[in-house]
């Protein structure tokens, strides 16, 4: 529902007793956590509360690696990239005796609600811990693969999709100076969000994602079309159905006898200097998410849809599906 928003998910009266709250990161990092962490003690600080940063993850709540946070711990962060808090993937907390173990060393700490950054798995993961144990709980989008229903746009992907655009652009004037095919692959696990918005704004002479089968016929009469001896850029999404760039590029070797170079941009598109619009983004919904906290709110993700705060039962963030909008695919169509 929306912030302001007349139905049954009503928020319940302020919990007075709340004293005490954690945050963490999980997941793959995204840039903009750290400007999220920063706001989540801040407003938390401003609201009478004592915040508690959680260091690695689910693995670390497990462990009790907990750690209080303040003013000078989360000074000078909000432009760096990558989680202060660290991040992992625990097979453990998985199991119910691992989110039993999670559970219980939160309780041991006194904390009160929880604020959890990260994408579906870390969702996952927050919905068990609310419903077997009872914990106050809400996740933030921190992706940099903007695959979560429920928000417009999630932590670190505006960063990400102007880091490989950067990318993009700089293997453009190589291609060009030699005439040649590059396909570029671009992260997104599953989804095309990334794939589609930098293949626009670089002008790619073909997009391949992983919500339509990828037409190689189509592919080689687009390459034919554009002079097999000049600059051409192909887009790939990591999870496009054919393998990726390097699997398109030889089924076009063998199928064709185009040849071509490849370029996985990988990881280098999660790291890095958050930009403003994720630094916003980030702290507006860190502060959404304790005021939530404060209000009774748990078991949902805090997303921004229309420039409005809404709060998205955790469940429906992975079972209801985000597509690309509409219009996007619309100019695609006519662009490339």
């Known amino acids: 529902m929306l912030r302001n928003g007349n139905n049954a998910c009503s928020p319940s009266p302020i919990f007075a007793a709340m004293k005490r709250i954690a945050v963490f990161t999980s997941g793959g990092d995204a840039p903009g956590m750290n400007a999220h962490i920063r706001a989540v003690e801040r407003v938390g600080e401003k609201r009478g509360l004592e915040v508690v940063g959680i260091l690695g993850g689910y693995s670390g709540m497990i462990a009790g690696h907990f750690e209080v946070l303040d003013r000078v711990r989360t000074a000078s962060i909000v432009e760096r990239g990558g989680t202060v808090l660290k991040t992992s993937r625990s097979a453990e907390f998985t199991t119910v ?12 700490h006194g904390i009160d609600g ?54 993009i652009d700089r293997i453009r004037d190589t291609a060009d100076s030699h005439g040649r095919l590059f396909f570029i692959e671009v992260m997104g696990r599953h989804a095309g969000f990334i794939a589609m918005d930098v293949g626009v704004a670089c002008g790619a002479e073909f997009i391949a994602v992983p919500e339509t089968m990828t037409d190689v016929e189509l592919l080689y009469q687009r390459i034919v079309a554009q002079g097999l001896d000049k600059r051409t850029i192909v887009i790939v999404g990591e999870g496009d159905e054919l393998g990726g760039a390097l699997k398109i590029s030889k089924l076009m070797e063998s199928r064709f ?29 860190g502060a959404a998410a304790v005021d939530a906290l404060l209000e009774g709110i748990t078991g949902v993700m805090i997303g921004e849809q229309n420039q409005e705060i809404a709060y998205v039962p955790l469940h429906e963030t992975w079972e209801r599906r985000k597509t690309v909008p509409t219009y996007l695919n619309d100019l695609v169509s006519l662009l490339v």
């Open 114 to 167: 929880v604020v959890a950054c990260g994408g579906d798995g870390t969702f996952h993961g927050a919905h068990f811990l609310s419903q077997e144990h009872g914990i106050n709980i809400v996740g933030t989008p921190g992706t940099i693969d903007n695959d979560l229903w429920g928000t417009d746009f999630t932590i670190g992907y505006d960063t990400a999709i102007n880091t490989a655009a950067s990318a």
């Open 257 to 285: 006898g185009v040849s071509s170079k490849v370029s996985i941009l990988g990881h280098m598109q999660r790291g890095g200097s958050p930009t403003v619009r994720d630094r916003v983004l980030a702290a507006r919904l």
């Open 97 to 108: 005796e691992g989110r039993a173990k999670a559970a219980q060393q939160l309780k041991d």
